[in-house]
């Protein structure tokens, strides 16, 4: 049973930082591609940052400069460094891992972790 479990979310003033985890139950970790997906009340679930099984990141416009994603295969785990949190961050963040070793392609999410920033 594959798990993601994401960590790391809270309340914070705007301006501050928060680090959000997630942990992969998953084998061959290193070959997934891990996403961090946000979803605020009444909106679309949107794509916040990426990291390729080769170390390639991608960011949402919103998020550059201060968002950063990084993984560690040895933990199987991926992270996002957010920084200069705006009340615009607040959402439910969702960690997604996704891999072609054959068909169908395989992809799981994490359960979320809330992240609000007041102003």
């Known amino acids: 049973q594959v798990q993601l479990v994401e960590s790391g979310g809270g309340l914070v003033q705007a301006g501050g930082s928060l680090r959000l985890s997630c942990a992969a139950s998953?084998?061959?970790?290193?070959?997934?591609?891990m996403r961090w997906y946000r979803q605020a009340p009444g909106k679309q679930r949107e794509l916040v940052a990426g990291?390729?099984?080769?170390?390639?990141?991608n960011y949402a416009d919103s998020v550059k400069g201060r968002f950063t994603i990084s993984r560690d295969n040895a933990k199987n785990t991926v992270y996002l460094q957010m920084n200069s949190l705006k009340p615009e961050d607040t959402a439910v963040y969702y960690c997604?891992?996704?891999?072609?070793?054959?068909?169908?392609?395989?992809?799981?999410w994490g359960q979320g972790t809330q992240v609000t920033v007041s102003s």
């Open positions: 998953v084998s061959m970790f290193s070959r997934y591609e």
């Open positions: 997604n891992a996704a891999v072609v070793l054959g068909l169908p392609p395989l992809s799981y």
């Open positions: 990291i390729t099984s080769g170390g390639i990141t």
